[in-house]
């Protein structure tokens, strides 16, 4: 299973930029797919969850400015990002929890990065 990540850019304060990842391969279905980011010199962080009923979760400070959804048919997660701040700037990298013929397994995507101008 593969996961690949796409949308990342340099964007000025305030603006907004969508990102989209794709999962292929040997998948029997996907539960949950995630948003993470790290920033140089911090710690990974999850931005963003959606279940495969679509029940999503938001870290505080992104919350009123980031939108996740999903597109189960093309096996996509994209993460809806406005109002951004040069602080949101960080390596974003996606991961999905698949369950494929031999169980469960978490995949991640190569991150794609977003830098935010002030």
């Known amino acids: 299973v593969q996961l690949q990540a796409s949308g990342g850019g340099l964007v000025q304060a305030e603006g907004s930029l969508r990102l989209s990842c794709a999962a292929s391969?040997?998948?029997?279905?996907?539960?949950?797919m995630r948003w993470y980011r790290q920033a140089p010199g911090m710690q990974r962080e999850l931005v963003a969850s959606?279940?495969?009923?679509?029940?999503?979760n938001y870290a505080d400070s992104v919350k009123g400015r980031f939108t996740i959804s999903r597109n189960s048919a093309k096996n996509t997660v994209y993460l809806q990002m406005n109002s951004l701040k040069p602080e949101d700037t960080a390596v974003y990298s996606c991961?999905?929890?698949?369950?494929?013929?031999?169980?469960?397994?978490?995949?991640w995507g190569q991150g794609t990065l977003v830098t935010v101008s002030s």
């Open positions: 991961a999905a929890d698949v369950k494929t013929v031999i169980g469960t397994l978490t995949s």
């Open positions: 391969g040997s998948i029997s279905s996907i539960n949950a």
């Open positions: 959606i279940t495969s009923g679509g029940t999503t």
